[in-house]
């Protein structure tokens, strides 16, 4: 089974950043896509930030375009998220989760949950102002 570990979340102050971590272990595919995805009360789950498994392509939404930075760790198996400038409407509950996505994909398709079929347990990150 495919299991994802997040960790990394906290409480921090506008202006700060945090770095977000998921392992990832159980996936046999050798092409599968790694994301972020985050989900604020009473809000709907959104895309964040998606990385192919050989590294690139990578996709962000709009929102966190210049702020937020994806990356693996081959030799770890992980993905990170690195947030940098962080608002308070980044606060959420901030969730990895792994796909079978080809490479080249829109970036709507590649952000879209629906596309997603392991999914770990969440870290909160809350951004005070």
């Known amino acids: 089974d495919v299991q994802l570990v997040e960790s990394g979340g906290g409480l921090v102050r506008a202006g700060g950043s945090l770095r977000l971590s998921c392992v990832v272990s159980g996936y046999t595919s050798r092409s599968f896509t790694l994301a972020w995805f985050r989900q604020a009360p009473g809000k709907a789950r959104e895309g964040v930030a998606a990385?192919?498994?050989?590294?690139?392509?990578?996709y962000y939404a709009d929102s966190v375009k210049g702020r937020f930075t994806i990356s693996q760790d081959h030799a770890k198996n992980t993905v990170n998220l690195q947030m940098d400038s962080l608002k308070s409407e980044d606060t959420a509950m901030y969730y990895c989760a792994a796909g079978t996505i080809p490479p080249g994909v829109a970036a709507a398709w590649a952000l879209a949950p629906a596309q997603y079929s392991a999914w770990g347990q969440g870290t909160l990150v809350i951004v005070s102002s």
């Open positions: 990385i192919y498994s050989g590294g690139s392509p990578t």
